[in-house]
């Protein structure tokens, strides 16, 4: 991609200062009952387990917050979380920012083939819209990367990779069921990762083994549903329940293009290259669950295949083998994401790539993006810090770009 930039000093400093920033650190001293099966199963296998930086502040190993930590992907009630609300936003906003809620952005405004604000309807409290006009001499977008490519293409841009290259971290849920009680809604929801399977075959394409949010709430969407008195079942099952997620570095990526309305409309279909990679995280996933101790294994389709274990020894190991022969099309199975990728892509070469090194797209000037859809390919990994990072590389070379700005502000 020609984009040398992510392995200067500079970007490293970038990654500190947000890592420092947002409090990241492993100091954490308990694991939830699924994660310390996934310890335990990889470990018992012989495979290496490592701890996930975590941004936490003030964190103790009180049972209070041992299990408000489950429940932060729904709110953080005692503001351990050290996410953007608790540190960029709060001293954008301590430093004269002004920041508008509940407020759509329909266009970047362009002029002579530079960027000069955007046009945005906001909405009140008491549903009441007013459309609003910001005049800015540099605009910077960050909507992620669906609504990014989208306003882009709203606003007029035409570059063919625009929206292109839509990369998602596919991921599917392994549950197994254990003799004990999981609870695994309490505790960090992800504490533990098996990189083992990350680079299969020779490339540097594979699977990430996790764990999930488990908030019962969450955990009724993604089960399979054969009938309601199974679904039912399983759910009255759910403290016994711990879940794994194979977490997929996809090659072969969608595209975000724009409906009638000028909304975003998202083309992605699990690629056969893709789906091999997958399944065998799924039969890693199955068995860490096996050997941590699960008797019931209940793998990722709509037909519920099931594992049953003896003695800490698969009865069933045929299920694993006629896995790949089931039908693996869009709705015979549960695919999630939770990182989104690439739609916008920074490089080298403006014919291939919307964004230049600095993050300013190569149709129109002073019209800057700085979120993962500007990552030039899939990252791999949970991408929030590296998100964080790149918004911050770029903010630098902004502020540093504008010294005639800077001398007439200081003077």
């Known amino acids: 991609h020609d984009a040398p930039q992510f392995t200067t000093p500079e970007f490293k400093e970038s990654i500190s200062t947000v890592a420092r920033t947002i409090g990241v650190n492993t100091n954490y001293t308990r694991h939830n009952g699924q994660n310390q099966a996934l310890w335990d199963g990889s470990t018992k296998l012989g495979q290496e387990v490592k701890l996930i930086p975590r941004n936490e502040k003030n ?91 989208a306003l882009l293409l709203r606003s007029g841009l035409k570059h063919p990779h625009l929206g292109r290259h839509l990369h998602l971290h596919p991921t599917v849920v392994v549950a197994g069921r254990y003799p004990h009680p999981m609870n695994s809604w309490h505790g960090p929801s992800m504490s533990v990762v098996n990189d083992t399977y990350t680079m299969l075959h020779g490339t540097n394409f594979g699977a990430k083994l996790e764990t999930p949010p488990t908030h019962p709430g969450l955990l009724s969407m993604v089960l399979p549903w054969l009938s309601g008195k199974q679904h039912h079942e399983m759910l009255r099952d759910a403290d016994h329940l711990g879940s794994f997620i194979v977490l997929t570095r996809d090659r072969d990526g969608g595209c975000v293009s724009l ?137 630098q070379g902004l502020k540093a770009s504008r010294p005639v700005e800077a001398a007439r502000r200081v003077a």
């Open 59 to 149: 964190l103790t190993d009180s049972d209070a917050h041992f299990r408000s930590l489950g429940y932060s992907s729904l709110g953080d009630a005692h503001g351990i979380k050290q996410g953007t609300l608790n540190t960029y936003l709060l001293t954008a906003f301590e430093h004269g920012a002004r920041i508008l809620a509940d407020t759509k952005v329909d266009k970047v405004t362009i002029a002579d083939g530079r960027a000069t604000g955007a046009e945005a309807v906001h909405t009140t409290a008491d549903g009441r819209t007013i459309r609003i006009t910001v005049r800015a001499r540099r605009v910077v977008v960050a909507g992620g990367a669906i609504q990014t490519p």
């Open 259 to 395: 409906d009638k309305n000028g909304m975003p409309l998202i083309d992605y279909a699990l690629s056969d290259f893709d789906r091999a990679n997958m399944l065998e995280g799924v039969r890693a996933a199955a068995q860490i669950h096996v050997a941590a101790g699960a008797t019931t294994v209940y793998l990722p389709h709509n037909t519920l295949p099931t594992l049953h274990t003896q003695f800490g020894a698969l009865l069933n190991p045929d299920v694993l083998d006629k896995l790949p022969h089931l039908g693996w099309k869009p709705n015979q199975f549960g695919l999630y994401s939770a990182h989104q990728m690439s739609t916008c892509r920074m490089g080298g070469d403006a014919a291939t790539h919307p964004l230049k090194l600095n993050g300013e797209t190569v149709e129109v000037q002073n019209l800057y993006v700085a979120d993962g859809s500007a990552f030039p390919a899939c990252s791999g990994v949970n991408p929030m810090l590296t998100i964080m990072a790149l918004a911050h590389f770029t903010a």
